[in-house]
């Protein structure tokens, strides 16, 4: 399931403060069964457009030491997820600019 941007928070903080090994992780994300294929794909979509926008937030505080705003981080994986969503060869019938503005109609979008 697309997760809403409040849990989407809560799923990055928890991700960010204690040490888990991404194999872990990912093995659980994965775990996950829906009958949508689509909606499959979206939830795979997501675990990538977090574990990527973790890495390149984490690297510009590392190395520009630039602070991580959670707001800022949460939106872009959004973008990221339905960006990434127009790529596939099933299409489906929402523009990304509608998923982004109704991000957390997702999993009601795609039962």
């Given amino acids: 399931m697309i997760l809403p941007i ?3 928070k809560m799923m990055i903080t928890t991700v960010i403060s204690p040490p888990i090994r991404i194999r872990q992780l990912y093995e659980k994300w994965m775990s996950k069964r829906y009958s949508n294929p689509l909606r499959r794909k979206l ?13 390149t937030e984490r690297n510009k505080k ?13 939106n872009l994986i959004r973008w990221r997820i339905v960006w990434w969503s127009k790529a596939w060869k099933e299409h489906h019938p929402y523009s990304v600019e509608e998923l982004a503005r109704n991000f957390d109609s997702i999993p009601v979008l795609f039962c």
């Fill in 6 to 8: 409040t849990s989407l």
């Fill in 62 to 74: 590392v190395f520009e030491k630039q602070e991580i705003r959670l707001d800022m981080l949460c």
């Fill in 43 to 55: 939830h795979i979509a997501a675990f990538f457009a977090i574990a990527w926008s973790l890495w």
